[in-house]
């Protein structure tokens, strides 16, 4: 898929292979005499990786002007593109880069359960059905000023699906609980979760895999939205692959 201005707004980045170093993005050590060359192509790609996680966290939530939304919905076009990830590090760099706290939701009710969430027990599913305040559901992470509500294991979203009026306030406790808030939704393409979370918060960030989501499902899916009234703040093209080398490329 070739970049869509429609699509790619102003505030939008490239993350090239999600940090993840795979034969497509990196060279790979295949023999003694270039594993140092494969390690080095490694870490450039997690640098430029990093780089592009930050310019996201700065062009969205750390805003000179000072209009940074606090309640953010990330949701992929597709399933499998990189979205939880690209979700979890944009919290992780955001707590690390301000003194507010910050909320990572896991509202991806569709995926099977984590073994966090089996380890844990209590997450937003169970938030959803069951009583007391919504720090009985949030534990803190490794990175400070960083906590999560997984998703839980209650049960399935088809079976317990979302209830808009129970989520709203939960929602409203998470902004009085904590300076940011980042959720990331069901894929835009197979579920409305995404699109009734997202009208409930402060806008959208939309992943979209290079190569792999189509051009008309994303113009279908941006129509969706706009006639939702959900405010778009930008999008992430991932997995994009660089098809002249790296120095040319950011000299350009």
């Not at 690390?96 to 509202?107: E, M, P, Q, R």
């Not at 959803?128 to 009985?136: D, I, K, Q, Y």
Request: proline share 6%.
């Amino acid at each position: 898929m070739s970049a869509d201005p429609k699509i790619l707004q102003s505030s939008s980045v490239n993350i090239s292979a999600s940090g993840e170093a795979s034969p497509r993005s990196a060279p790979r050590a295949t023999s003694r005499g270039n594993s140092a060359l494969g390690t080095s192509a490694d870490h450039r790609t997690e640098q430029i990786a990093h780089e592009e996680y930050v310019k996201l966290v700065q062009r969205v939530f750390l805003r000179a002007t000072g209009d940074a939304p606090q309640v953010v919905v990330f949701s992929g076009i597709d399933p499998g593109n990189g979205c939880s990830r690209i979700c979890r590090k944009a919290a992780e760099i955001l707590a690390g880069a301000s003194s507010g706290t910050v909320c990572l939701v896991d509202a991806n009710l569709y995926s099977p359960p984590s073994r966090q969430d089996e380890r844990n027990g209590l997450g937003l599913m169970e938030s959803l059905v069951g009583n007391g305040p919504v720090r009985t559901y949030v534990h803190e992470m490794e990175t400070q000023n960083l906590w999560m509500l997984p998703r839980g294991c209650a049960g399935s979203a088809s079976a317990n699906p979302i209830a808009i009026e129970m989520i709203r306030t939960r929602l409203q406790e998470l902004r009085q609980e904590f300076d940011r808030v980042l959720i990331d939704a069901p894929p835009l393409n197979q579920h409305s979760d995404a699109v009734a979370l997202a009208q409930l918060a402060d806008g959208l960030i939309i992943v979209i895999e290079a190569d792999v989501t189509r051009r008309e499902t994303a113009r279908k899916v941006m129509e969706t939205l706009s006639q939702a009234g959900v405010k778009v703040l930008g999008a992430v093209l991932n997995k994009r692959m660089f098809p002249i080398p790296e120095k040319l490329y950011r000299q350009l």
